[in-house]
């Protein structure tokens, strides 16, 4: 799954358990997300490792927030399940005998770090409760 995918059904899930406070179980999660259980499980590795959930096994287990959903940023989601490339790269192997194949990369890079830590820094002023507020109101205008 790309960036913007994981980051994403990241939001989905820790905004469901926001919603539901009580331990919820992968496939409560990937049900809801519409997505394999599976995929949620790594996902949850991420998340987990960064602090933002806690998960527990058994038969009264299931991931919880690891802590209040106000204090969970979009920026910490975001850094907590991305790679090391935003945009991601379409070609492993581009042409080196074109200009464009073997140059465009580190262009982009270069061009685009500024609007790209401005946009990662922006994610900082919204939360999971600044999420789950939205997702509460119904049929939110996308005018």
């Known amino acids: 799954m790309k960036d913007n995918g994981r980051f994403i059904l990241a939001i989905h899930m820790l905004t469901l358990l926001a919603e539901k406070q009580v331990p919820l179980s992968s496939n409560i999660i990937a049900l809801s997300a519409g997505v394999n259980a599976v995929t949620v499980r790594k996902l949850m590795g991420q998340l987990r490792e960064a602090k933002l959930i806690h998960t527990q096994t058994g038969v009264k287990g299931g991931t919880t ?29 581009p042409s080196q005998e074109c200009s ?31 999420v789950l ?10 005018d």
């Open 65 to 93: 927030l690891a802590k209040d959903a106000s204090k969970i940023t979009l920026k910490d989601v975001f850094m907590a399940v991305r790679d090391d490339s935003l945009f991601g790269v379409y070609s492993d192997n």
């Open 100 to 130: 464009v194949g073997r140059n465009l990369k580190s262009t982009l890079s270069h061009l685009l770090r500024d609007p790209v830590n401005s946009m990662i820094n922006s994610l900082d002023n919204i939360t999971i409760t600044d």
């Open 133 to 142: 507020n939205g997702v509460l109101i119904p049929e939110i205008s996308s």
